[in-house]
């Protein structure tokens, strides 16, 4: 057995450790929606739209850029390559928003709405690294829930392209704030209690769930509260 002394400074080190991961998780989090503004802006102004010409080409393109994203970014997530990497998808995810933004834009109160929404966001994310640092109970197992929850918003998304439901759309939305504010409490819990050790790996697990609680907010805002001149 060890020495009660070596487990205390094992135990010390320990939280000392997880604490500089959330820590530096924060600091990136925070460093990534500088690239992601500047993509919704550079988006807005050049009315770029990846789904401008056939929607499902656009989402299965978009999808492939991501997930080609994410290996790269796993792959590099011990060096400074893997920051940058995570700052260019962050750039490009802003790209992405840019449709919303700029439709959103088009009503009377779209500012309005874009800083509800930002609002809302921030306030749920408060709430959940709040709840994750103070909630005792394991959470490990919720993480395969939130996995099927997210598979079937893909895919009554991806049937909403031909489908054009409003209700759906508005639908989806609701369930992706609920889904992903669960899962920001997943991710930060995850780093919390030690799960996750490095600290880029954790900044785009939470960005993700930040970006989406975003994006599901400011279209429910947009759908129920968009007022034309």
Do not use: C
């Not at 450790?17 to 802006?41: E, I």
């Not at 840019?98 to 959103?104: F, K, N, Y």
């Amino acid at each position: 057995m060890l020495n009660p002394s070596i487990q205390t400074t094992y135990a010390g080190r320990s939280a000392l450790g997880q604490q500089r991961v959330l820590r530096n998780t924060y600091w990136l989090l925070a460093l990534s929606l500088v690239p992601t503004v500047l993509g919704a802006w550079v988006g807005v102004n050049m009315g770029f739209s990846f789904f401008g010409g056939s929607p499902f080409i656009g989402f299965i393109a978009f999808m492939a850029i991501a997930f080609g994203f994410f290996f790269l970014i796993e792959k590099f997530k011990n060096s400074g390559v893997g920051v940058a990497l995570l700052l260019g998808f962050t750039f490009f995810m802003g790209l992405m928003l840019s449709r919303l933004i700029g439709a959103v834009l088009g009503f009377s109160n779209g500012g309005q709405l874009i800083a509800f929404a930002f609002g809302g966001t921030a306030a749920v994310f408060f709430g959940m690294a709040t709840l994750a640092t103070t909630i005792k109970r394991d959470l490990s197992g919720l993480g395969k829930w939130l996995m099927v929850g997210v598979i079937g918003l893909l895919v009554a998304g991806v049937a909403n392209i031909w489908l054009q439901m409003p209700a759906l759309a508005a639908t989806v939305s609701a369930l992706a704030v609920v889904i992903f504010s669960a899962f920001m409490l997943y991710d930060i819990k995850r780093v919390v209690d030690g799960g996750e050790t490095n600290y880029i790996t954790a900044t785009l697990a939470i960005y993700l769930d930040v970006y989406n609680v975003f994006q599901s907010l400011l279209s429910l805002l947009g759908i129920f509260g968009g007022e034309r001149d």
